[in-house]
Nanobody
């Protein structure tokens, strides 16, 4: 059974930093592109960042470029999202997702999803 478990969410002041982590189990992690998506209240879920299974490719939404960094550790089956200079508009539930041999923006390609972790930004 595949499980993706996010952690690291919480309350942070605008301008602050937060690191999200996702632990994967039940899959051959090194075969999967990993992505982070987010959904704010009343909005559709949107792409944030993705990293290829070889770590050679990373993608970021324009709204987070230069502020967020995605990384993974294939030995530990984890993928992290380092978020800096957080803005009120970054507040959302953040989801970790896995896509077999795919790295990209298309949510439909991600077959496994975590339950999400809440990120709240105080201004």
């Amino acid at each position: 059974q595949v499980q993706l478990r996010e952690s690291g969410g919480g309350l942070v002041q605008a301008g602050g930093s937060l690191r999200l982590s996702c632990a994967a189990s039940g899959l051959t992690f090194s075969n999967y592109g990993m992505g982070w998506f987010r959904q704010a209240p009343g909005k559709e879920r949107e792409f944030v960042s993705a990293i290829s299974w070889t770590t050679s490719v990373t993608l970021h939404a324009d709204s987070v470029k230069g502020r967020f960094t995605i990384s993974r550790d294939n030995a530990k089956n984890t993928v992290d999202l380092q978020m800096q200079t957080l803005k009120p508009e970054d507040a959302a539930v953040y989801y970790c997702a896995a896509a077999n041999l795919y790295t990209g923006y298309d949510q439909r390609r991600y077959g496994y999803w975590g339950q999400g972790t809440q990120v709240t930004i105080s201004s």
